[in-house]
């Protein structure tokens, strides 16, 4: 059960309605997440500002990588959903390569590095070892990848606390957390 109450498109404040329709033109549907953050025009737009410009950096798969990467450190079924139903259907990965990013890895050797370096920022609170940068910078990430990776992994966690503070229903094909 929700406890922050998420409004339907036509139940948001005013000042979120346009980027909810932007979502519902882009996505055919409007998923809880940005209804909930339709409660805040402020949130709402702040989040898909971000969303939209790190949506130019690195690529889909390995957006998703790490995404997923975070979710299940963070232990946020709701993103892991959405991330496990967009990394299939959008970014084409397959089953096991959903599982090994899950488990913060990969089976391609460049995007383990970025999955690998994203799930110790997340899991450490950017408190990463020389060695973590440096195991990244030896795959070919530059310093600006790098930023950008420490930025997708700052968007993730947000929505990641986001859906547990509010306890968002899940609107996606559900997936669950690996037990601790």
């Known amino acids: 059960m929700a406890r922050i109450t998420i409004p339907s498109r036509d139940d948001a404040p005013d000042g979120s309605k346009s980027t909810l329709d932007a979502v519902q033109k882009q996505l055919g549907t409007i998923p809880n997440l940005f209804r909930l953050l339709a409660v805040s025009p402020a949130a709402l737009q702040a989040f898909t500002g971000l969303q939209s410009a790190l949506g130019k950096s690195l690529d889909v798969k390995t957006r998703e990588r790490i995404a997923l990467a975070v979710a299940e450190v963070n232990g946020c079924d709701y993103c892991l959903s959405a991330h496990t139903y967009l990394a299939r259907n959008l970014a084409k ?52 990848d790098l930023v950008e990776i420490v930025a997708l992994v700052t968007e993730n966690v947000f929505t990641n606390f986001l859906n547990e503070v509010a306890g968002t229903e899940i609107d996606f094909p559900e997936v669950h957390r690996a037990a601790a």
Request: no cysteine.
């Open 93 to 144: 990965l397959s089953p096991e390569e959903i599982e090994r990013n899950r488990a913060g890895g990969s089976t391609d050797p460049r995007a383990d590095a970025a999955v690998r370096f994203a799930a110790r920022v997340a899991a450490e609170r950017g408190r990463v070892a020389d060695a973590d940068i440096a195991a990244a910078r030896e795959a070919g990430y530059s310093d600006a």
